[in-house]
């Protein structure tokens, strides 16, 4: 038996969260849930696995704040809102990477400013 451990590839991108209904199977695992996230790995593979799973994985910082605020744009949506202009603003620096039209240093410096607006927008609410 190998005591080695399993590395898996980097996640760059998340690319979709996909609502497979009660009793889905996990791609990567097998085990049964509910959500399934797809994902882009660094070395180019498209895979699936349930968020459990997906935690596994170690992600890039880029990917991380996209799902973050595609999470929150889907939750804002159900409720008939839409995201605040810095949050806009830091999924448009993210799509611009993605597009090759801006680096990931200068797309996440713009993701920094947004969260730190919105720390101090609502940091002043108390």
């Not at 509910?34 to 790995?41: P, Q």
């Not at 968020?51 to 596994?56: N, Q, V």
């Not at 200068?106 to 400013?113: C, Y």
Request: aromatic share 8%.
């Amino acid at each position: 038996m190998s005591t080695e451990a399993v590395q898996f590839p980097r996640i760059v991108r998340f690319l979709e969260t996909l609502d497979a209904g009660e009793g889905a199977t996990c791609p990567h695992c097998g085990a049964t849930g509910r959500y399934i996230l797809r994902f882009m790995t660094e070395d180019g593979r498209e895979l699936g696995a349930m968020r459990g799973c997906a935690k596994l994985f170690p992600v890039s910082r880029i990917a991380v704040e996209e799902l973050r605020l595609r999470t929150k744009l889907a939750d804002y949506e159900k409720q008939g809102w839409s995201l605040n202009k810095r949050d806009s603003e830091a999924l448009d620096a993210i799509d611009g990477f993605y597009a090759g039209m801006i680096g990931e240093r200068a797309a996440l410096a713009i993701v920094d400013r947004a969260k730190r607006a919105n720390t101090m927008r609502y940091r002043g609410r108390r």
